[in-house]
């Protein structure tokens, strides 16, 4: 599933206030535009957020679960567009953005856009890397910003936005050997041979985290790669990977790939910005 964080910002503030028109005036667009992305929304979603009819909106039973769960990421992006106003006053207007490149490809396009909705005059300059790198730049004041998965740095300087929770799941090609296992205990993973993410990444340090805590002794098949090679590897070989969902969601849809679940749990990865 592929997170658009423009609708779901939409669909908070049309909560919130109970008004579509009150999310426009705050979004600064029409209650057409507000309306819109909430129809779509909720095509993405397959379930209707809000109950039609007149007066003031009233959530669904679903739409509530999705606001409640919402709360604590708008929280934080509130406090990301107070620290964006008092970039705001600076001589330039700059926002120095680091990410990896793939929530680049999938996600912080949304980021970026709420990010404009609001601030339309503020320049965004995005630089792309490892997460070891960026972080080294933040540290160096050459970042203002940068997007990580895991726990975030344990230093006063920096402050922390909890964004969202991500599972990682472990996939195989559907033509492959494992493609027949619908699941696996974590004491039989080291049978399974693994592809592994590049050094320096928030996703390598999770599934080895992973690994560590369950006594996992992985078969390394091949490691330092990016996901976007990985999968190309994975149609090619029987091996499998783990991988954020929303880097193979089109390929599990397409079954292209077959998703092995783990009977205790898959790892998780935290999107924080820092």
């Keep these: 599933m592929r997170i658009n964080l423009n609708q779901l910002s939409v669909f908070y503030l049309a909560s919130r206030h109970r008004s579509m028109a009150a999310a426009a005036r ?15 929304m909720e095509g993405w979603l397959g379930f209707p957020v ?10 669904t ?22 620290y964006i106003k008092d970039l705001m006053h600076a001589e330039e207007a700059e926002l120095r953005f680091g990410t990896h490149h793939l929530p680049g490809n999938y996600f912080i396009s949304d980021l970026i856009s709420h990010v404009h909705t609001r601030f339309p005059d503020l320049r965004v300059r995005m630089e792309l890397g490892t997460q070891d790198h960026l972080l080294e730049k933040l540290f160096q004041q050459k970042l203002d910003i940068v997007l990580i998965i895991g726990d975030p740095p344990d230093d006063p300087k920096c402050r922390s936005l909890h964004l969202f929770d991500e599972e990682m799941v472990l996939v195989t090609s559907n033509s492959s050997d494992f493609a ?6 974590v004491k039989d993973l080291s049978s399974l041979p693994l592809i592994l993410q590049q050094r320096g990444t928030g996703a390598l340090r999770e599934v080895l985290h992973f690994l560590r805590v369950n006594k996992v002794e992985p078969h390394i ?10 999968k190309q590897f994975l149609q090619r070989m029987p091996a499998a990977s783990f991988i954020n969902r929303f880097i193979v969601q089109k390929e599990l849809n397409e ?4 998703e092995i679940r783990i009977s205790e ?10």
């Design 26 to 40: 705050a979004l600064f667009v029409s209650p057409s535009a507000v309306t819109m992305q909430i129809k779509k």
């Design 50 to 59: 809000f109950e039609r009819g007149q007066g003031e909106l009233k959530l």
């Design 61 to 82: 039973e679903r739409g509530q679960g999705l606001y409640e769960a919402l709360q604590p990421m708008f929280g934080n992006l509130d406090e990301l567009e107070h």
């Design 180 to 185: 027949g296992i619908p699941s696996i205990s």
């Design 221 to 230: 098949l091949f490691d330092n790669l990016s996901s976007d090679v990985i």
């Design 255 to 258: 079954e292209v790939f077959h």
């Design 265 to 274: 749990g898959q790892p998780i990865c935290r999107f924080h910005l820092v």
